[in-house]
């Protein structure tokens, strides 16, 4: 092999989930991508298994994806969301009936909504442990990402977040597989080398960063972002492929434009009647995506033509069979000129593959059997293992940026999300305070134990105990806060209300507990209501924040 391949697949959605609601339209954003990429994915990783395809990927599960899969109220609340489609599929394939090729798509829809439910249910509604059984065979690695993917250097310099996001981060993980994390997803690839201390401390060994990161290193990279550059707090750092990027993401040269591809935007949520649809729609009263679709893109006029998946996985196989054709020619010339096997790592957002590119599961599958089958240039490989093969890498300090928009932090620094930031500010330097108060007065009273002077009355330890909940739920909002998603939205227009009260109600929440805890008057009723809505991390250690 001259080369090899490391595809990551980013797989995040942020904590969305409210037990307050019977129904809530943010809720569906977890179901789409697990009914259209999640499932499939694991789907597709146990067939490489069972066919013996060597073909090891690495994917980072985030740690509210984590928590958002692992809860039982949303794994009974996607069960009844899946009935509710295959309820709604098989009205399709009646009302459809006389119209061959939009019943051809109908059952298409029905046959693959079965067999989703059927594998979630054969699975016990785990998929945690669908990825981690796949990660303990070799055929993929998981990697970890901020505890709440924020933003890390917009939370500099308050460093207590950055070790809270990290810490707990890793924490999780370990809970959820089993073995601590080797690889860490900066969350949109934002970097600041002030950041690899925290990195270090966490036993971290490598991260990714976008092409322009690694290629701006101090000193400049030889082989640019084709080898793995090694900071001076000893971390490896991959660099983004820019033109396996450009492949996939670019508006004019990506293949999920393809006019063959499903349209992502045509759904009968928005087509079909009222009536026939109010009982699928998570929030009465309002329109939203079904999953059902019978368009194709077509083009960017409004008329759109009827979707053929024929004529679209011919499409996936022919830009399957182009992406490996470059991919071999790139490694091929890297090759030429290095003394080490060059990588080639091409990082995605997982959902984009099924959710918002319908056909990107085939695409991935088509293109990993071409590769396996068909070429002996390049091999894929995790970035863990390259690190094992080859451990000799050019020390260098990466360049701040991130792969968002501009290569720095516009995307959540702005005219829409500047006034969030003054208000984190406030709340962090509160956190640290109530870690330093409480773990200090931890401290005496343990001193004083242990010389015998001090008599523990029956209440301590209830007292101490709510204690401990009220500051674990103090870091929970703290951290939710935190979160990038809500910038994000607030920047894209996607969904900004929604984002806003996120931002105000952990806010809000964190700002009575710390009231409560600094007064040493809890409301406990109070504070087991947040502690049900905002139920992720439950062994968080809130001395972090120390």
Partial sequence: MAGYLSLVLHAHLPFVRHPEHGTFLEESWLFEAITECYIPLLQMLRRWLDEGIRAPLTVTLTPTLCALLRDPLLQQRYATHLEQMLDLSEKELLRTLWEKPFNELARFYHHRLVATADFYRENGRDLISGFRDLQNAGQLEIITSAATHAVLPLLLPHTPSIRGQILVACDQYRADFGRAPRGIWLPECAYDERLEPFLAEAN???????????????????????????????????????????????????????????DFYRDIGFDLDWDYLKPYL?????????GIKYHAITGPGVSKQVYSRPAALQAADGHAGHFLDGLVR????AAAIMQHPPLVVAPYD??????????????LDLLVRKAFYDQKAFAFITPSEYLRRHPDLQVATPAASSWGEGGYWGMWLNDASEWIYPHLKIAQDRMTS????????????????????????????????????????????????????????????????YAKGRIKSHLARFASLYDQLTSGQIDVDWLGGVENTDNLFQNLDWRYWR
Avoid: C
Wanted: proline share 6%; aromatic share 12%.
């Fill in 434 to 497: 109530l870690a330093r108060r409480f773990s200090e007065q931890d401290e005496r009273e343990a001193s004083g134990m242990r010389r015998g002077n001090k008599r523990v009355s029956a209440g301590a330890p209830q007292r101490d105990d709510l204690r401990e909940r009220a500051l674990r739920q103090a870091a929970r909002e703290l951290l939710l806060a935190q979160a990038s998603d809500w910038p994000f939205m607030l920047r894209t227009g996607t969904s900004p209300e």
């Fill in 282 to 290: 998570a929030t009465a009263g309002r329109r939203a995506f079904t």
């Fill in 204 to 262: 971290l060994r490598w991260f990714i960063l976008d092409t322009a990161g690694v290629l701006r290193a101090r000193p400049k990279p030889r082989y640019g972002a084709f080898a793995p550059l090694l900071s001076h707090h000893g971390l490896a750092v991959f660099g983004r492929d820019r033109a396996s990027a450009r492949q996939v993401w670019s508006r004019n040269e990506g293949y999920p434009g393809d006019p063959r591809y499903r």
């Fill in 350 to 363: 997982a959902e984009l593959f099924g959710h918002w590119w319908y056909e990107g599961p085939e695409f």
């Fill in 330 to 333: 790139q490694v091929e010339r």
